[in-house]
Nanobody
Framework: QAQLEESGGGLVEPGGSLRLSCAASGFIFSNLDMGWYRQAPGKERELVAFINSNGYRRNYGDSVKGRFTISRDNSAKKVYLQMNSLTSEDTAVYYC????????WGQGTQVTVSS
């Protein structure tokens, strides 16, 4: 059964860091382009970061460039999001997503940035 399971969310103080993980099962992971998205209360879901299947191409949303890093380990079937210099504006539910060749969403993990 196909599944994306996010982990690593939680409460962090402004300026802190978190590392999100997304474990994939039931997929041929190395064939998949992956993304991290987020949705804050009252806002639309937005792209945070994208990584292609071999990890050579990465794109970031403007609001996270220079602070967040997406990476993947195809042997472990995982994609990661390292988040640094967090602010309250980063508070959201973060979702892992298969972007191509089909779309598939994880259930999300809550990230709260607050003192």
């Amino acid at each position: 059964q196909a599944q994306l399971e996010e982990s690593g969310g939680g409460l962090v103080e402004p300026g802190g860091s978190l590392r999100l993980s997304c474990a994939a099962s039931g997929f041929i992971f190395s064939n998949l382009d992956m993304g991290w998205y987020r949705q804050a209360p009252g806002k639309e879901r937005e792209l945070v970061a994208f990584i292609n299947s071999n990890g050579y191409r990465r794109n970031y949303g403007d609001s996270v460039k220079g602070r967040f890093t997406i990476s993947r380990d195809n042997s472990a079937k995982k994609v990661y999001l390292q988040m640094n210099s967090l602010t309250s504006e980063d508070t959201a539910v973060y979702y892992c997503k298969v972007v191509r060749p089909f779309e598939y969403w994880g259930q999300g993990t809550q990230v709260t940035v607050s003192s």
